[in-house]
């Protein structure tokens, strides 16, 4: 008898109880991440009209004469960062838009604006230093480097759970009618908040998955494990058309800087043979007849790539277009489209593009924003249920029920995420342990956090 009035205790899990608790918790964790994560991704989405914004000042200059060579103007671009290598020159976008030229000094990389015919240096920035990029490290890893990234990462982990038990913890039971499931019901207090809580997270949910899958190849720890085990099966070295953290860049940089062909038509600064600067003027002909999405970028050779090369550097990512080119000749030799690279390349990077606003122009960046806004929405609608209910000197979680009776099915899909995101299965495995033998053993704990005693 005992043991059946156990068995009946203690239900299989997850029943209702047990998911509010995991929503609950992953939400007490996620919502400042949420809020953060929406309110800069909703301004990098805007990135190509702020940026345009921004250099609007050096879009209409005053051109009345002949332009000055590529070479010239890369040359003024040089001497305004002493001891400065040319990294990539930018095709103007019209003839009377200043020339951008990247310019790289130890890791740190510069864009310098030159007028294209008096060669007047007209600004130098820090690439790292303009507003958009700022947002942009912001966003991935709260400008606190590779631990600022492993806490975004673990936070969206988490928000992917949240989503999950918040779809389950939607689904009607039994209710008539659709008020409180796809639209609110014109109510006052607490039913208003739960059913604009409920029902926002039912129209966001799909978009706010996408956005939390499509960003975790740009992780430190996710992004860089994952070309990690592309590298040990591939037979050449992988170069993936993302980044993974500021830090991983700051490497790249390092190396380009002791391996590339360093120097300019004044000599070398590291030994190696000096950049042929006018090979610029030669190539820009054949590069500028293709009209690739701007903006468009030539590049001097470096370790990994001994020939010059040109690349469209477009946000939207499938209309990318890479190409070699013969310094002698300006020929193209080598062009490499979107659809030429491999399969998983294409869907990161068509990921990448809807993810940062741009893969179907305006529509795909209000979508982004009106995410964004939902997101928002959830989070403050959540605090507010979540504050009008807390007892006083209590967490407020949903109390804890008898043990649950585990099934198979549950610890494989956990199991199988612990696996697929494995920052979300540490902290798991730390909080199991953590509750286990530590929280529920301290009676004030356990009772502020609502746990059951051993």
């Known amino acids: 008898m005992s043991t059946s009035t156990s068995v009946r205790a203690a239900p299989a899990w997850p029943d209702y109880r047990a998911i509010w608790r995991w929503h609950f918790y992953a939400g007490l964790f996620c919502i400042p991440f949420v809020i953060w994560l929406s309110l800069t991704g909703a301004i990098y989405l805007f990135k190509p009209q702020l940026d345009a914004g921004i250099d609007a000042p050096y879009e209409q200059l005053r051109v009345d004469g002949p332009r000055a060579s590529a070479q010239a103007q890369i040359e003024a671009a040089l001497a305004a960062v002493p001891g400065a290598r040319l990294k990539a020159y930018e095709l103007p976008a019209t003839p009377q838009s200043a020339v951008r030229v990247l310019v790289g000094r130890d890791t740190a990389l510069y864009r310098v604006y030159v007028h294209p015919q008096t060669l007047q240096v007209l600004k130098r920035v820090d690439e790292d230093q303009r507003f958009t990029r700022l947002v942009f490290l ?56 739960r059913d604009l809580h409920a029902v926002t997270g039912f129209w966001v949910s799909v978009f706010a998955l996408f956005l939390l899958l499509s960003g975790l190849p740009w992780a430190k720890f996710w992004g860089g494990n994952l070309k990690a085990v592309r590298q040990i099966v591939a037979s050449v070295p992988i170069q993936q058309d993302w980044t993974t953290g500021h830090s991983a860049e700051l490497v790249q940089r390092r190396v380009e800087e002791g391996g590339e062909h360093a120097g300019h038509h004044h000599g070398s600064m590291s030994g190696q043979p000096p950049v042929d600067l006018a090979a610029v003027d030669r190539v820009l002909p054949a590069v500028s007849a293709l009209q690739l999405p701007p903006p468009v970028l030539i590049a001097p050779p470096t370790a990994r790539e001994p020939r010059w090369t040109a690349r469209s550097d477009t946000q939207n990512r499938p209309q990318r277009v890479r190409l070699l080119l013969d310094a002698q000749t ?17 869907i990161i990077g068509t990921g990448v593009a809807a993810h940062e606003g741009q893969l179907f122009g305006w529509f ?21 249920l979540w504050w009008t209910r807390r007892p006083q000197g209590q967490l407020g979680a949903p109390p804890a029920g008898a043990p649950p009776r585990f099934v198979t099915w549950l610890l494989a899909l956990v199991l199988l995420l612990g696996l697929l995101l494995p920052l979300m299965g540490a902290s798991l495995l730390l909080v199991y342990l953590s509750e286990r033998y530590l929280l529920r053993r301290h009676a004030p704990l356990r009772a502020f956090l609502g746990l059951q005693p051993h």
């Not at 492993?150 to 039994?174: K, M, Y």
């Open 138 to 193: 912001l966003h991935g890893e709260l400008l606190a480097g590779d631990a600022g990234s492993a806490l975004v990462e673990l936070a969206a982990c988490w928000a992917i759970v949240l989503v999950i038990t918040g779809l389950v913890l939607w689904w009607p039971r039994g209710q008539r009618g659709l008020g409180g499931v796809l639209y609110p019901r014109l109510a006052h207090g607490r039913l208003f908040w």
């Open 330 to 346: 300006g020929a193209v030799v080598q062009r490499e489209n979107f659809a030429d690279r491999k399969l998983l390349d294409r």
């Open 364 to 384: 795909n960046q209000l979508l982004g924003l009106l995410t964004a806004l939902g997101l928002i929405t959830l989070c403050i609608s959540a605090v507010q």
